[in-house]
């Protein structure tokens, strides 16, 4: 049972675009969401997270937004750049409880 | 500071070979985890130990053992590989518990062939 499920698979942005994944959740009782970041041949590493008392948490060029009632939450990539081109993961957890739940993945990548 | 480090990077092992792969980290952290990731299928959890002494199954155990030998080290045994286990494995660690930080730090991975 796929407790998370992330979409598009894949994305192509132009330089300079909006970059939008998406994620679902099934576990009302998730209250952690991180996005990680994972460039080739490297491991995950964090990007940005938020917990479901706000409904939108901004650092830099990255936001995620989140829908408690619709039970989504989505990365946006304002202004994409080439070297955002990377595998993101989203992933859920009760907070020290338990382990986190990954989706898929997205491999995004920005042309010129 | 190292964070968490991983051993070996490569290995090709034959079906039915055992192997142990080493995971240490330096961030004095209580939880530590063990993943695999293969293609279009994410990071599956395959053990993780909440603290020191303790170790719980995940998404995926079957055919793997996990030692847990103190608050920094804890490794990943194949006690008879499987082709089906040609995958890439990452190690990761985090502060955890109640109230705790839950970033979880991911060492570099280890890539494991087995023919």
């Known amino acids: 049972q796929q407790q998370v499920k992330q979409s598009p698979q894949s994305l192509i942005v132009q330089k300079g675009g909006i970059s939008i994944i998406n994620c679902a959740y099934e576990?009302?009782?998730?209250?952690?969401f991180p996005w990680y970041q994972q460039f080739p041949g490297k491991g995950p590493a964090l990007l940005i997270a938020i917990r479901p008392d706000v409904s939108e948490k901004k650092e830099g060029r990255f936001t995620i937004s989140f829908n408690k009632s619709a039970k989504q939450f989505s990365l946006h990539i304002m202004d994409s750049q080439p070297g955002d081109s990377a595998t993101y993961f989203c992933a859920a957890a009760i907070s020290g409880n338990t382990p986190l739940v990954f989706g898929k993945g997205t491999r995004l990548s920005v042309i010129a | 500071n190292a964070g968490v480090t991983q051993t070996p990077k490569f290995q090709v092992l034959k079906t039915g070979q055992s192997m142990t792969l080493q995971c240490a980290q330096d961030?004095?952290?209580?939880?530590m985890y063990w993943y695999r990731q293969d293609p279009g299928m994410g990071l599956r959890l395959i053990y993780y130990?909440?603290?020191?002494?303790?170790?719980d199954k995940g998404e995926v155990p079957n055919g793997y053992n996990v030692s847990r030998l103190n608050k920094r080290e804890f490794s990943l045994r194949l006690e008879s590989a499987a082709p089906s286990q040609t995958s890439v494995y990452f190690c990761?660690?985090?502060?955890?518990?109640?109230?705790?930080?839950?970033?979880?730090?991911f060492g570099p991975g280890t890539r494991l062939l087995v023919l």
């Open positions: 130990s909440a603290s020191e002494g303790t170790t």
């Open positions: 990761a660690s985090s502060e955890a518990g109640v109230g705790g930080d839950e970033t979880q730090y």
């Open positions: 961030m004095n952290h209580n939880s």
């Open positions: 576990n009302t009782a998730f209250d952690y």
